[in-house]
């Protein structure tokens, strides 16, 4: 059987080893680009979240390249991510697509129902041959967020623009290539040094010089939101290298196995994420004191959590309607206002235009310059 | 912010309930809990233009109309009475969702709107327990420290009013004749509907419509959507009286017993987690497999996130099994009146068409026009 699922950032590094591992045939789709998009807004709903119009682009596009299944994981609201794969059925399924959709529910405190789906598409291996496939995924997973985490360092102080996204792409090619856990820890040591020395970084951590040409060195910028708009360059028109190559630090507190911790694997295995997230919470609560679906709650928390750690502002991004992102952008000014922090809210989806949402990032990056200029101002305003 | 756990009202004190959002589901509930607490009711003045461009200013863009409303109508009421109810409508039966705005809600009015008298707020969840209400509208007694005995005696007289509201909407009454039934007191009737209107939610009996006034039959349109779009014509621009003007009966997806929406709810394969949208959806499924009506419409708010997916379903659905139109009509406060009639004129029009030509090609008709 030949299986697909969506993309989101690296993603596909992992799930395409993961599903491979499984003996699985995997076809990979295009990553997104603008006819992808283009195919996706043609046939999803119109007031389907921006996410979801790129899912249908991919599908498509590996779909006609031979896919006979789709791996996409479900929910149990009230994001509306949650029904994405049953809305994502039924327009393949009108556009004469014979496609069957294999969805990962989110086990609700144990593991079985997803292990037999798992174990299912894998053709009834044993267990412990899924759970090495799992572990091996696993693994890539964690190394491709510390690739993505030492671009985060190394992009503001990169002599030569782009260098520093090069090594990344290389280190990132080469563990897609990686066929066993000692190859990937290998490759992953090896990787991280590569993009730090690409901007002349040591490992140890010390920071380097702000290049010249970068007005806005050592400015740094906490990223909130929807993870899928937070993690896919594509959809928030790679909103880390612009900011990155301006010589904002851009600091995630998520990354792609935090979302594979908290969707897949039920919490009571994780005491540390639980602390994490109670954190989160009680950060959030003077303003939301409510779980609302989605990163909704992760975004006023987190939003509070950069403000102690010294950020010099957020930028919080979400697809238009994103209706725990709303939530969350109608509490962030007020937050904001108290602490004494810039938040830009940015909603976009497929009309968002290139240049307005340069100027509106040059013009906050520019606020954030200048209050660190008279004396890290950072007084209530 | 650290909220005072006990909430001081004296006995009499007047509570301010927003005519917004799931008060159109629950009114008759908050009037009987609020009053059985030994508290007076007052509810805000019908929805107005006014009204929602009060509370445009004070939500932020995204906002979808209705909640823009509700912020309006908590305007209305923040100098007029001694406390705003806010409660938390997190699940109204298990399993489902309402919607993360809602969840949200009262922190994002608590936040956005400054000023506010004291508010009453509490959850009510039934994710995990099904007496949501109960549990809920014992929460608020005990903020407003009231007695357990008073509590329960609230919250069944509660409970009793919104058992006899959802009868009469079952029946085929109006929000307004079911409401001011449930729970007397109900003493500001919105403009234009003092009269009952004729053809507004035609009864359902035993599942077939009653057979309405002799002659030959109207044409009957199925009207769904969430309550609050339906029953607030102050936010669907009096979408109820054009449609009935223009000559059609209409069937609504309030008329559903609780029953008949899991029924149809428990057949999918994967069940809706929004509790609107589980309604909404059993609601086209049934009013097209009996063949109760000629056409539907679907009143969207711009932006809804539950109708976008649930529309969705429901309209390929339709598409796929049967030959009916089914317009999603998107409304927001941009939407204007001679528009809107124009659609309806032209979707009546050409439901009136088919019927005198009842051989219509399949398919040829489904109507996917929005905004």
Known sequence: ?381 | MAMAWQLRLKDGAVVGLPRALLFYELYPFWRGLLEGLGLRVAVSTATSPKLIEAGTRHAMDEACLPVKSFYGHVVVLRDRVDAVFLPRLVSLSPGTYTCPKMLGLPDMVRQNLRSLPPVIVADFDARLRRRSLEEGGESVACRLGRSRGQAREAVSRGLEALRSFRGSLEAGQSFEEAASGAAPGWKTPLEGWKTPLEGWQTPLAGGDPAPTRPGPRRLRVGLVGHAYNLFDPGVNLGLGRKLVALGCDLVTSEQLSEEEVQTESAALPKEIFWSSGRRILAAVTRFRRRELVDGFIHVVSFGCGPDSMVGEIAERETRRSSNLPYMALTIDEHTAEGGLLTRLEAFTDMLARRRARPEAPEGSVAAEVTT
């Open chain 1, 1 to 381: 059987m030949r299986v697909t699922f969506p993309h989101m950032g690296n993603l596909w590094i992992i799930v395409k080893t993961l599903l491979e591992d499984l003996g699985l045939e995997v076809i990979v789709p295009p990553l997104p680009n603008r006819r992808s998009l283009d195919v996706g807004v043609r046939h999803a709903p119109e007031f389907a979240c921006f996410p979801l119009k790129l899912n249908i682009g991919d599908f498509v596009g590996a779909l006609d390249q031979g896919a006979e299944a789709i791996v996409m994981a479900g929910g149990i609201g009230p994001c509306r991510f949650g029904h994405y794969a049953q809305v994502e059925a039924q327009v393949l399924h009108d556009l004469g697509y014979d496609a069957e959709m294999v969805i990962l529910e989110p086990p609700r405190g144990h593991l079985d129902g997803l292990l037999a789906k798992i174990r299912r598409l894998s053709g009834g291996k044993p267990l412990t041959r899924v759970w090495r496939a799992i572990r091996f995924g696993w693994e890539k997973l964690v190394v491709l967020d510390d690739f993505d985490r030492a671009l985060t360092r190394a992009r503001p102080v990169e002599r030569l623009t782009g260098s520093a996204a090069r090594a990344h792409r290389v280190a990132a090619a080469r563990l897609a290539d990686a066929d066993g856990v000692w190859a990937t820890r290998r490759v992953g040591g090896e990787g991280v040094r590569e993009i730090l020395r690409a901007a002349g970084l040591e490992e140890s951590g010390r920071p380097g010089e702000p290049s010249r040409g970068k007005p806005f060195a050592r400015l740094r910028v906490g990223l909130v939101g929807e993870l899928f708009m937070v993690a896919e360059p594509f959809a928030n028109q790679e909103l880390e290298r612009r900011l990155g190559e301006m010589g904002v630090e851009v600091l995630r507190p998520l990354y792609l196995s935090d979302w594979v911790r908290t969707h897949l694997i039920p919490r009571v295995f994780q005491p540390g994420r639980r602390r994490r997230a109670s954190e989160v919470k009680r950060a959030a609560r003077p303003y939301l004191g409510h779980f609302v679906g989605g990163e909704g709650l992760d975004s006023v928390g987190e939003t509070i959590l950069f403000d102690r750690q010294g950020c010099d502002g957020v930028i919080h991004v979400a697809p238009f309607t994103c209706m725990p992102e709303i939530v969350a952008a109608s509490l962030l000014p007020e937050a904001g206002r108290d602490l004494g922090l810039p938040v830009l809210s940015l909603f976009l989806d497929e009309h968002t235009a290139e240049a307005g949402l340069t100027t509106r990032l040059e013009a906050f990056v520019d606020l954030l310059g200048r209050r660190r200029a008279v004396g890290g101002a950072r007084e209530k305003w």
